[in-house]
T-cell receptor, first 115, second 113 residues
Framework: SAVISQKPSRDICQRGTSLTIQCQVDSQVTMMFWYRQQPGQSLTLIATANQGSEATYESGFVIDKFPISRPNLTFSTLTVSNMSPEDSSIYLC????????????FGPGTRLTVL | GDSVTQMEGPVTLSEEAFLTINCTYTATGYPSLFWYVQYPGEGLQLLLKATKADDKGSNKGFEATYRKETTSFHLEKGSVQVSDSAVYFCALKGSSNTGKLIFGQGTTLQVKP
C-alpha cells in the first residue's frame, strides 16, 4: 500500500485567513484526490488533482476557494481560502494507481477548525 | 448520478453478536464497491472490496457480496468484538474510470463487552 502523510495534522485558524495543506506520498501515483469530511458527515470529493494541469473540481467546489497544486506524481497541496466557520472539517488526501490495483489509500487527514 | 445509501446508525451490539450493515447503491454501468473503516482517532482504511457482480470481498472476518440484482453490498460479520467499534463507510467507484469514490453517509458501530 501507499504511505501518505499530510501536514499539518490539525490547525485552528481565524476567519478570513487561508491555510495550505500538504500531501506527500512515498511512491509515484497516478491519481490524487482531495476530500472533505464535515463533522459527523460522510466524505465528499472536492477535486481531482491533476499533475501538470488544473485540478478537476466537483459540483459545489471552485478553484478560487480551494486552489490545488500538483507539481509532481508524489505531492499535492490544497488551500482553503478566505475561511469561515463552515469550512471546519477534516480534509483528506487520497491516492490511487495501477500499481496498487487502482485501490485508493487515504492520508491521516487534516483537522481544521475555523473560529 | 451515482449514489450510495447506508443504514443509519449508531448500531450498538454486544460482543459476539452478528453484524449486518446495509448498503445499497445507484449507478450506471458496472461500479466497483468498497467498505472502508475509520477507527476512533485514525484515518480511513480499506476493509474489503468487490469489483464485479457476485464477487465476495472479505477481510478480518467481515464479508460483503456484490449483488447486482438488488444493487446491494451489505457488510456482515458473524461475531463482533469490542475492537470492531468504528465508523463504516460503503463506497462505489463508477465505471467511468475517473477513479473518484462516492461514499455513503457512514454507520457508527459500537460493540459493548
Amino acid at each position: 500500500s501507499a504511505v501518505i502523510s499530510q501536514k499539518p495534522s490539525r490547525d485552528i485558524c481565524q476567519r478570513g485567513t487561508s491555510l495550505t495543506i500538504q500531501c506527500q506520498v512515498d511512491s509515484q501515483v497516478t491519481m490524487m484526490f482531495w476530500y472533505r469530511q464535515q463533522p459527523g458527515q460522510s466524505l465528499t470529493l472536492i477535486a481531482t488533482a491533476n499533475q501538470g494541469s488544473e485540478a478537476t473540481y466537483e459540483s459545489g467546489f471552485v478553484i478560487d476557494k480551494f486552489p490545488i497544486s500538483r507539481p509532481n506524481l508524489t505531492f499535492s497541496t490544497l488551500t482553503v481560502s478566505n475561511m469561515s466557520p463552515e469550512d471546519s472539517s477534516i480534509y483528506l488526501c487520497s491516492v490511487g494507481s495501477r500499481q496498487h490495483n487502482n485501490e485508493q489509500f487515504f492520508g491521516p487527514g487534516t483537522r481544521l477548525t475555523v473560529l | 448520478g451515482d449514489s450510495v445509501t447506508q443504514m443509519e446508525g449508531p448500531v450498538t451490539l454486544s460482543e459476539e453478536a452478528f453484524l449486518t450493515i446495509n448498503c445499497t447503491y445507484t449507478a450506471t454501468g458496472y461500479p466497483s464497491l468498497f467498505w472502508y473503516v475509520q477507527y476512533p482517532g485514525e484515518g480511513l482504511q480499506l476493509l474489503l472490496k468487490a469489483t464485479k457482480a457476485d464477487d465476495k470481498g472479505s477481510n478480518k472476518g467481515f464479508e460483503a457480496t456484490y449483488r447486482k440484482e438488488t444493487t446491494s453490498f451489505h457488510l456482515e460479520k458473524g461475531s463482533v468484538q469490542v475492537s470492531d467499534s468504528a465508523v463504516y463507510f460503503c463506497a462505489l467507484k463508477g465505471s467511468s474510470n475517473t477513479g473518484k469514490l462516492i461514499f455513503g453517509q457512514g454507520t457508527t458501530l459500537q460493540v459493548k463487552p
